[in-house]
Structure formats: structure tokens, C-alpha cells
T-cell receptor, first 109, second 115 residues
Framework: SQQGEEDPQALSIQEGENATMNCSYK?????LQWYRQNSGRGLVHLIL?????REKHSGRLRVTLDTSKKSSSLLITASRAADTASYFC?????????FGAGTTVTVRA | EPEVTQTPSHQVTQMGQEVILHCVPI?????FYWYRQILGQKVEFLVS????????KSEIFDDQFSVERPDGSNFTLKIRSTKLEDSAMYFC?????????????FGNGTRLTVT
């Protein structure tokens, strides 16, 4: 299976703190993407990093990719209560996008 | 901003019945996908569809499942004889190019409950 693993499974932080979550995968990829899911809703794309990139920023988000270790991390800086959601990494090999298990982030006000 | 629309938002059916889940992808998109998410679990790939044919499908997508693009706008997922374990959120997604370096746009899902 090309599905990956994420850790931690759950994360609880205080507003203003940073949140870091990690993703690992098993096979070669074209790119890795991060998605956010609010409870009961669809997935929303956050950021895409290509296999030849090592780091990417978008607003308060910072993503790293280490293809030698087959791993990626997502950092959310200065978290807000509205960042409370589940975050999924997803990696594209051929046609399909395969998702990790997700990290549930709770930001306490 | 254009979005993917799924209907119904919630479908309740009895075991053994057929269900059809409806999706309207973003109008100029060419690649279409169905994913499912059992409550609290992973998002699982079911099938991808391009140029009126399936381009890839997972082991979950067995003979009970089928997809169709009956006209220029709709993309449907049919489950012929539902089982209890088909209860899940089903998400439709689309993307405009081959998808390698483009994100998927997801609908808000259909919650399927099989009783």
C-alpha cells in the first residue's frame, strides 16, 4: 500500500503556539500535498510541494520534504482557534492521490 | 470560486438496496475521483476517471461499484447492493490537468448510512 503514516495522531496546543505534524510514505512520489478537514466537511487543499523541492511556505504554513527519508512535515505557526481541524498529508505517485491517517489538531483559546 | 457539489448530503438506505451518489465537478476539470472515509478513519481512494473511462481503481472498488459521467456535468457513483460496511462519507473530487502538480478540489461529501 502506498498509504502513509502521520504522527502524532492528535495534538492539543494553546493559541499562539506552533503545531508540527509529520508524515511518512513508502514509495516514490511526484509531489506531496497537505489538506485540512473541518469536522464533517470536505478536504481543503493547503499546500503542494514537488519531489524536487525541500521546503515551501504559504502564510503561516511551512512544509518540508525529505525524499531520502520519505518524510514530510507541516508546521503551523502562531496557531489560532480556527486552525482546529484534521490535517492530512497526501502523496501522488501515478494517477491517484493517497492519504495518510491524519493528525487531529485542537487549538485551545 | 467554483466548487464541487455533491448531493445528497446524507443518504440512508437499507442493506441490499442500490444507491447513486451525485457529483457536479468544477466545469472545466477533466479528471474525477471518488474517495471514501469511514468515520474517524483514513481517506481511501476508490476510483479515478478520465476521458469517459476509469483510469485507476482500488481493491475496494469491486463489481458492486460503478461510475458514470452521464452528461457533460454530472459524475455519479453507484453501489448496486449496499452492505453495512459501505456506511461512510463519500467524497467526489476533480482536478483540471493530469493532476501531478495540481491539487484536488473536494466536495463536502455524502454521508451514506446503510441500515
Amino acid at each position: 500500500s502506498q498509504q502513509g503514516e502521520e504522527d502524532p495522531q492528535a495534538l492539543s496546543i494553546q493559541e499562539g503556539e506552533n503545531a508540527t505534524m509529520n508524515c511518512s510514505y513508502k514509495t516514490s512520489i511526484n509531489n506531496l500535498q497537505w489538506y485540512r478537514q473541518n469536522s464533517g466537511r470536505g478536504l481543503v487543499h493547503l499546500i503542494l510541494i514537488r519531489s524536487n523541492e525541500r521546503e515551501k511556505h504559504s502564510g503561516r504554513l511551512r512544509v518540508t520534504l525529505d525524499t531520502s527519508k520519505k518524510s514530510s512535515s507541516l508546521l503551523i505557526t502562531a496557531s489560532r482557534a480556527a486552525d482546529t481541524a484534521s490535517y492530512f498529508c497526501a502523496f501522488r505517485g501515478d494517477y491517484k492521490l493517497s492519504f495518510g491517517a491524519g493528525t487531529t489538531v485542537t487549538v485551545r483559546a | 470560486e467554483p466548487e464541487v457539489t455533491q448531493t445528497p448530503s446524507h443518504q440512508v438506505t437499507q442493506m441490499g438496496q442500490e444507491v447513486i451518489l451525485h457529483c457536479v465537478p468544477i466545469s472545466n476539470h477533466l479528471y474525477f475521483y471518488w474517495y471514501r472515509q469511514i468515520l474517524g478513519q483514513k481517506v481511501e481512494f476508490l476510483v479515478s476517471f478520465y476521458n469517459n473511462e476509469i483510469s485507476e481503481k482500488s481493491e475496494i472498488f469491486d463489481d458492486q461499484f460503478s461510475v458514470e459521467r452521464p452528461d457533460g456535468s454530472n459524475f455519479t457513483l453507484k453501489i448496486r447492493s449496499t452492505k453495512l460496511e459501505d456506511s461512510a462519507m463519500y467524497f467526489c473530487a476533480s482536478t483540471g490537468d493530469q493532476g501531478y502538480n495540481s491539487p484536488l478540489h473536494f466536495g463536502n461529501g455524502t454521508r451514506l448510512t446503510v441500515t
